[in-house]
């Protein structure tokens, strides 16, 4: 684990990545690192409110600092923190580009709704007093990308139709460890039970088209696109959460430990995470600051901390 922690500090990093990152700091208790990894978030965030804003189109994926910004205010009580949460937060509120019925777009300049946003927004909107919000954004993506348990990747508001209808194994991830992670940091959500149910059901669909070697392949059901590492990884840190967190029965505590192992073997000397959906792109095997830092969540998440 200090192998793959150093190899993901190493690694140039997108908003998201900034936001992963630090949330694994968190969860390995590594505070003083969080914290730094926040500092740089807001050093970088753009006037509209993103978070750790390099330069990027997306719309929402700042969010995924938030969470380390409200935790470095709690500790520190800097309100340089305090006011970058809140511009974050009113960028999701108002700011940011979305549907007639509010669901937010991924991208700006495009009518378009990414599986992703539901990690990216989910957690920083629960713990910002806004979960109402996230409802409303968890129930916008599910309308228009899930069907039968699993996840196309993007819709077009434009056209109203599945811009790219893959069953992307990330996206999923993206789905069931932001959902995972915002009922362990919010439990007391009025929709934990609906949130929960969905979880395990897009996990479930997931977990069917696991690969013989414990792996997945890049989209879950084409077996002619790559063997990929990182989609096991998030679906551990789901089980695992879900098992330690009863909702979900705690024989998933054992999948989340099996698809760990499986990614666990594609980690090399170095540290890095191999055949994860690879950076810059994310359209070839390769490797991935979100991958890395996924490594760490679902190693902490295991019973015993990994």
């Known amino acids: 684990m200090s192998r793959v922690l150093d190899a993901l500090l190493a690694m140039q990093r997108q908003s998201w990545e900034q936001g992963v990152a630090a949330q694994a700091a968190l969860d390995l208790g590594r505070d003083d690192l969080a914290r730094l990894l926040a500092e740089a978030a ?12 390099v330069d990027e189109p997306g719309a929402v994926n700042g969010a995924a600092c938030g969470e380390a910004v409200l935790a470095a205010h709690r500790r520190t009580g800097d309100e340089v923190f305090a006011a970058a949460a809140r511009r974050q937060l009113a960028w999701l509120e108002t700011g940011a580009p979305r549907a007639a019925d509010g669901t937010l777009f991924h991208m700006i300049g495009a009518r378009e709704m990414w599986a992703d946003t539901v990690y990216m927004v989910l957690p920083f909107l629960a713990l910002s007093g806004r979960g109402d919000l996230a ?12 069907r039968d348990g699993l996840y196309a990747a993007i819709w077009s508001e434009e056209t109203g139709t599945l811009r790219r209808a893959d069953h992307w194994g990330g996206g999923n991830g993206w789905v ?29 669909a997931c977990l069917a088209l696991r690969r013989p070697d414990g792996l997945f392949h890049d989209v879950l059901d084409d077996p002619g696109t790559f063997r990929e590492t990182n ?7 789901a089980a695992a959460v879900g098992a330690a967190d ?61």
């Open 42 to 53: 807001v050093v970088r965030q753009a006037a509209d409110g993103r978070l750790g804003d």
């Open 135 to 146: 409802h409303r954004q968890l129930e916008g993506h599910r309308r228009r990308l899930c």
């Open 176 to 204: 069931v460890a932001g959902i995972a992670r915002t009922l362990r940091l919010v439990p007391e959500l009025p929709w934990r039970a609906g949130w929960a149910a969905h979880a395990r059901e897009v996990l479930d």
């Open 231 to 237: 989609a096991a990884q998030m679906f551990s840190y």
């Open 246 to 306: 009863g909702w979900l029965p705690g024989t998933y505590a054992e999948v989340g430990r099996d698809l760990l192992a499986a990614a666990t073997r594609e980690v090399d000397g170095h540290g890095l995470v191999r055949g994860a959906c690879g950076s810059p792109t994310f359209d070839r095997p390769g490797t991935s600051a979100e991958a890395q830092a996924f490594h760490l969540l679902a190693a902490r998440a295991q019973p015993g901390g990994g």
